[in-house]
């Protein structure tokens, strides 16, 4: 249990960690979101879509269909934050309420299938990594002063876990619990392949990049 709690937000931590010593996004960050990307694919694959169609759920696709469609909806107020681009105005000092709730919503709807399965846990905490870092360094090249830096990413850090929480100790929704999970695994379906073509320049796969995408598949299947 507190695993899963710790493990989401300690990733949080790692990702801002990592942004105070680099000060930029070097090329090793877009491999790392290749990997997450291909892991989590792999992680929805070989396991999230087998359990989902095997529950008896009726309406697996409508949820999945409509994860994918709310994802596409976050992205529009995100810039694209969930797959590692972010568009925002750096001059503001106003806190960036819209990507800070897109982001939250990802993040807490991300928390549910975590209850249930340590292979989504760790597709989650190696997504959110890269993903930290780059919202990191966004938050500290822009304008907001530190406490709104540090308490963006402690609130959007707290999400996840929240959202394991309600998936775990809510009854209520434990009768939902199979279209829930496939909504979430839309979402994770629209960002794992967004991540895989947009981490790449022009949408063109080099050598490494793409050895990086196999290993990402690859720990994904054996995990």
């Known amino acids: 249990m507190t695993v899963l709690i710790l493990l989401p937000f300690l990733a949080i931590i790692l990702g801002y960690g990592a942004a105070r010593v680099l000060q930029r996004v070097s090329p090793g960050v877009n491999y790392l979101l290749a990997f997450s990307g291909a892991f989590l694919l792999a992680i929805i694959f070989f396991e999230l879509l087998p359990e989902l169609f095997a529950s008896g759920e009726p309406h697996i696709g ?11 909806a976050l992205d529009y107020f995100s810039k694209g934050a969930e ?15 819209a990507l800070f709730l897109s982001l939250s919503i990802h993040a ?32 500290i ?38 279209f829930i999970n496939a909504l979430a695994v839309g979402v994770f379906l629209h960002v794992a392949t967004t991540i895989l073509f947009e981490s790449s320049k022009d949408h063109q796969f080099n050598r490494i990049k793409l050895l990086v995408i196999l290993s990402g598949a690859l720990a994904g299947y054996l995990i």
């Open 141 to 178: 090249q822009s304008n907001l002063s530190t406490g709104k830096q540090l308490s963006f990413l402690l609130l959007f850090g707290l999400m996840t876990p929240l959202g394991t929480l309600l998936a775990l100790y809510v009854p209520e929704l434990s009768p939902h619990k199979a």
């Open 108 to 139: 807490l709807i991300e928390g549910f299938p975590v209850a249930h399965s340590d292979h989504v846990l760790w597709g989650v905490v190696i997504h959110k990594i890269p993903i930290a870092l780059i919202l990191s360094l966004f938050l």
């Open 62 to 72: 409508t949820a999945l269909m409509l994860g994918m469609l709310l994802q596409i």
């Open 83 to 97: 797959h590692g681009h972010i568009h925002q105005d750096k001059s503001t000092q106003d806190f960036p309420l």
